[in-house]
């Protein structure tokens, strides 16, 4: 689908590493030029045409987002340099204050550092204590599996919505359901998930959402943090200075704004906010219900054209998403990498930022094949051809 948009792929290069950044359309790259050459200004400062017109834009953005996660309010939309910096407010931002020691927090061994790591560190500071929701055979979080996990401590369930190396996607709406009723709070990482699906924060009830703009075709530092209103106000600053402020004087009395702009400390990525506005509109057009359907009939295609290559294994042939985790026998992933980047298909090698997860699946490193709406199965079959290579290994080594 729309192949032509993308400058890349005129180059003839198989690009199946979207799990980790996605291409960029020409639309992102006209925006941001056109602001940079003809508006460029900061956002909320100046009282001149041009300033105003910049503040106008970025504000547009957050509606636009708004509206793509089906937020009550804008003011629910916070801008910021990724889904890493997202999580890290929340938790540094929120649950610092909302937790005691001896709170209980449940994760899962496949999640992504952005969310084991800060958690990990606010866990010594104030004495959390960290448990893991069991995964299934598959790998993939239960409803039955979460129900078993959660006691009387539990105050926080912090997992993505689509896992990054087993693809699955967590019955979050349920979650909310159940832990909402005990008083348990969800931090959902939606950055596997929103540019893949349509995702309804009010229908999901989730506390908080985080995604990133570069792995929906848009800019490479700018996420989003989303909060929900009743519990915007108790978030606070872990940034300061210019922009989150109403006053300040020198016997430190300071007055912060309310949300969005107490967590947009100093100046914003002005051109890469307007420039995912436009990303927006265009994935828009082609519709999210769209884009998930063509992705998983790819990945289903992807999965069974695997399964004619007996030294193939594959972690999750069942996973709702276009994320497809392999090894292939006698090979290690990163050779397997190299050796398909020779003839132009880029995959990801490696422990793919979820380093626990080797003690759930007892392999530490996979090739990962993730795909996004430009794919298409001629470039599937053509990377089955070259893992069909009879002399494969012999490349290799
Ligand atoms: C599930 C998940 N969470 C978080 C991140 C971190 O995103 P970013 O590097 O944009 O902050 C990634 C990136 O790979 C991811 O896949």
């Not at 009010?202 to 943090?225: I, R």
């Amino acid at each position: 689908m729309n192949r032509d948009d993308f400058n890349l792929l005129s180059s003839g290069i198989i690009y199946f590493d979207n799990g980790a950044t996605t291409l960029k359309p020409k639309v992102l790259s006209e925006s941001v030029s056109d602001y940079y050459n003809n508006y460029s200004s900061n956002a909320h400062r100046g009282d001149y045409q041009m300033s105003i017109k910049t503040s106008t834009m970025y504000e547009n953005v957050r509606k636009l987002v708004s509206k793509l996660i089906n937020a009550k309010s804008e003011k629910q939309i916070v801008f910021t340099s990724g889904t890493t910096d997202s999580i890290n407010k929340i938790i540094f931002g929120y649950f610092r204050y909302y937790l005691k020691e001896g709170d209980e927090v449940l994760l899962t061994k496949s999640e992504h550092a952005s969310t084991l790591l800060p958690w990990f560190e606010l866990s010594d500071e104030i004495g959390l204590n960290i448990k893991y929701i069991e995964l299934d055979e598959n790998h993939e979080v239960t409803m039955e599996s979460v129900k078993k996990a959660i006691s009387d401590k539990t105050k926080v369930i912090s997992l993505a919505h689509i896992s990054n190396v087993v693809g699955d996607e967590r019955p979050i709406k349920d979650i909310c359901k159940y832990a909402h009723k005990r008083g348990i709070k969800l931090l959902v990482d939606g950055a596997q998930s929103v540019p893949h699906l349509k995702v309804d924060v009010q229908d999901l009830d989730v506390d908080f959402l985080t995604f990133s703009a570069h792995k929906m075709c848009g800019p490479t530092g700018v996420g989003v943090l989303y909060v929900k209103e009743d519990i915007m106000e108790d978030v606070r600053p872990i940034i300061f200075g210019g922009g989150m402020n109403a006053d300040f004087s020198t016997d430190k009395t300071r007055i912060y704004k309310s949300m969005p702009d107490k967590l947009e400390a100093g100046t914003p990525n002005i051109a890469g906010v307007i420039g995912f506005g436009e990303v927006i509109k265009y994935l828009n057009k082609i519709g999210f219900d769209e884009i998930h359907d063509y992705e998983i009939k790819l990945k289903k295609y992807l999965i069974k054209r695997l399964r004619e290559i007996d030294q193939i294994k594959v972690y999750n042939e069942n996973s709702n998403s276009g994320i497809v985790t392999i090894n292939y026998d006698g090979i290690f992933p990163q050779d397997l990498s190299i050796y398909l980047d020779k003839y132009g298909i880029c995959t990801r090698a490696g422990s793919h930022c979820a380093k626990i997860l080797k003690d759930e699946i007892n392999i530490k490193n996979t090739c990962r094949i993730s795909l996004y709406f430009y794919n298409t199965k001629e470039e599937i079959d053509r990377l089955i051809f070259l893992l069909k290579n009879p002399k494969i290994k012999e490349e290799i080594i």
